[in-house]
């Protein structure tokens, strides 16, 4: 599919996304500092889990994130986290939107929500970064790389996000969440290579000391934005999974995009002639952040990526649950869940090279 076509820029509002325009309005005039109507809202294409629309002033324009309307998964669509962790980052300088409010009253547009600034600037929807120049390309990686890195080097509890996550086991609760999510929405179905993995990981988490900073939970190239002219992310997006957690994990999941195809779900490089496009090779990429990070390796790499693309097929997973229920948030929801089961396949591979048998 042609990620970029079906993603950027915006569309009239979705049917079952709307709501009382009037009414938001009214609310952004109580709630907002400097702003003036009218307002007109336009739907962001992308955005699986959580409606996101574009609020246009004569002056301005907003973005707001709101949950999905319907029924929700304990624990899902928490936009009051992502209102928090994006407005403590940016206290501290680090690439997110300017957060201008949070509103968790159901009565204003039927579901809780938060308004940011709207940053102008580059989204890649592909990991190759076709529109680059093999000149440019490696600094744009490199900026990648960096944000991740300084992201994972920030005290959670010196910028105030102690407690934005549960402390240590973070494998065994994330796998334990997710499992349950997979294994608890019957709408979906059953996929046999998650049955399996749901019974391997567990067992199979690396011993050692388990880390806990802020992790974004979603990091790629297309979840960014980049400056107009320059290899420099001016925005890191979509901080719904975010939490305290393993910042390998993190840095896996970011890592993926090296073994998942160019042609799949997300940005992918697996069988792309990376030399040729002047890409860093997979060993660089992980050489660099583990230089920014002081680390000397990551000798459990297969696995993390293993638990990443597990976590990632559950999401597709409620994906389809959501489809079947009517709630999905992206007009190529179904699209989306097609891939569950090659993904799926495709981490139990990544289990395998980890030991599974």
């Not at 979705?14 to 307002?39: K, Q, S, T």
């Not at 159901?106 to 938060?114: H, K, L, Q």
């Not at 998650?194 to 880390?211: S, T, Y």
Request: net charge negative; with cysteine; glycine share 10%.
């Amino acid at each position: 599919m042609d990620r970029s076509a079906q993603n950027s820029g915006t569309t009239e509002v979705r049917e079952a996304h709307r709501f009382d325009i009037g009414r938001l309005e009214r609310w952004l005039e109580r709630e907002v500092p400097g702003f003036a109507g009218p307002l007109s809202v336009e739907q962001f294409k992308g955005g699986q889990s959580n409606p996101t629309y574009k609020l246009v002033t004569p002056t301005r324009a907003y973005v707001l994130r709101r949950k999905p309307p319907g029924r929700l998964l304990p624990g899902a669509h928490a936009v009051e986290r992502e209102y928090r962790v994006i407005a403590a980052l940016g206290k501290q300088g680090f690439p997110v939107a300017r957060a201008v409010a949070l509103c968790e009253d159901d009565s204003v547009i039927g579901t809780a929500f938060y308004v940011m600034d709207m940053v102008e600037g580059r989204i890649f929807w592909e990991a190759a970064f076709p529109e680059l120049s093999a000149a440019e390309r490696p600094a744009y990686f490199d900026a990648m790389n960096l944000t991740l890195a300084r992201l994972h080097g920030l005290d959670p509890d010196a910028i105030g996000l102690g407690d934005y996550g549960k402390p240590g086991n973070y494998f065994e609760r994330q796998i334990g969440r997710w499992s349950k999510q997979y294994l608890g929405d019957a709408e979906a179905g059953r996929v046999a290579a998650m049955d399996r993995l749901v019974e391997w990981l567990p067992d199979n988490i690396p011993a050692g000391e388990d880390e806990a900073r802020i992790i974004h939970g979603d990091f790629r190239c297309d979840n960014m934005i980049f400056h107009p002219t320059q290899p420099k992310v001016l925005a890191v997006l979509d901080w719904e999974l975010s939490t305290l957690g393993h910042p390998l994990s993190d840095f896996a999941y970011h890592l993926m995009m090296y073994r998942m195809p160019a042609s799949g779900l997300t940005a992918g490089l697996a069988g792309v002639d990376l030399r040729a496009l002047n890409i860093p090779s997979e060993a660089e990429y992980v050489a660099a952040y583990c230089e920014r990070t002081g680390r000397s390796g990551i000798p459990d790499l297969d696995f993390y990526v293993a638990f990443n693309m597990f976590r990632l097929a559950a999401i597709l997973h409620g994906i389809k649950g959501r489809i079947a229920r009517g709630t999905a948030a992206s007009a190529h929801a179904d699209k989306m869940a097609a891939g569950l089961e090659g993904l799926a396949d495709l981490a139990w591979n990544q289990a395998q090279r980890a030991g599974a048998r």
